[in-house]
């Protein structure tokens, strides 16, 4: 997520959501360094990780509109929601409640201008951060879904049926549901269909969503991935990029979303900080070793 100001976001995820803090670093991208902050669960498991590129300070605003992830959704106990709706009261935090595919939802705006809903899930089996000041039996799962807003749905089904490993599993009004691989909660993607919004931006702008990544099981099978892809003729596949903690490609999918496929390294977040400390301390992007005094220098205040 392109969010906005480091201190609103980092104090609203780890203290208002109560996720942990387990990774404080730099975009890898670029020549001026952006925040890059981690949220997730004890150990940070795939499926329970949201980060954040504040854009604040670098001014950069972002479009929201279709061809871009619209909402995020996380998994958080069914019965947790009367808990949750005075929690978010009490934080300042104004919501709405929606229904979706028989999914009940409170949905709010994080303070970086990005939709977040919080749905209902009954049978989650994911295990939550009991650190963060709510409640084990209230606390976020991990993530549930995102919807991707779309002008129209053939391409984008097109290519999750024939290139992304998904499962076209519900439909109602103008979304569309897939699931990928096994399915369930934290393998969902919504397509929205909004035939009359204009395109969405691409570039790291506050109040946007990037992109959305998906964990593949190993590199052998993202090298699958990536020449399965081409072979269909979305040659707009990254080539592999070394993300620290995981190596990624990324794909520009048809509908304007872009989507990612990584692989964790077995060393997870715990590569350059040990468990006890992880989320702790800034880590210098390795690629910008040699600037780490600039950098720390440069980047906004951050107190934790
Ligand atoms: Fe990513």
Redesign the pocket.
């Known amino acids: 997520m392109c969010t906005g100001n480091a201190q609103e976001d980092y104090d609203f995820h780890t203290q208002v959501l109560g996720l942990k803090s387990v990774k404080k670093t730099a975009l890898y991208d670029g020549t001026v360094p952006i925040y890059h902050l981690y949220y997730a669960n004890d150990h940070g498991d795939e499926s329970t990780i949201l980060?954040s590129f504040p854009m604040r300070q670098s001014g950069r605003v972002g479009k929201k509109g279709s061809g871009q992830i619209a909402s995020i959704s996380l998994s958080v106990p069914e019965s947790s929601l009367g808990f949750w709706r005075d929690h978010l009261r009490d934080a300042g935090y104004e919501h709405s409640e929606r229904e979706r595919f028989g999914e009940k939802m409170l949905v709010l705006t994080n303070p970086g201008g990005i939709e977040y809903e919080l749905v209902g899930i009954a049978d989650d089996e994911r295990t939550p951060y009991a650190g963060g000041g709510i409640p084990p039996s209230f606390a976020i799962r991990g993530t549930h879904g995102v919807t991707v807003s779309v002008r129209d749905f053939e391409t984008s089904m097109e290519f999750m049926e024939t290139g992304w490993n998904g499962h076209r599993t519900a439909e109602e009004g103008d979304v569309i549901r897939y699931e990928v691989g096994d399915g369930g909660t934290g393998r969902i993607v919504d397509f929205k269909r909004d035939r009359d919004l204009p395109q969405g931006s691409w570039t790291f702008g506050e109040g946007t969503v990037h992109?959305v990544?998906f964990q593949v099981d190993s590199l052998d099978t993202q090298d699958s991935v990536k020449a399965h892809l081409e072979g269909l003729g979305y040659t707009d596949v990254s080539d592999r990029k070394d993300r620290g903690y995981f190596e990624?490609v990324y794909v520009r999918t048809p509908g304007g979303a872009l989507f990612?496929a990584?692989v964790s390294k077995p060393e997870g977040f715990m590569i350059d900080e040990p468990y006890e400390q992880l989320g702790r301390d800034f880590q210098v992007p390795p690629v910008f070793a040699e600037q780490a005094e600039w950098i720390k220098s440069y980047l906004e205040p951050l107190n934790y």
């Open positions: 980060t992109h990544a990624s990612e990584t």
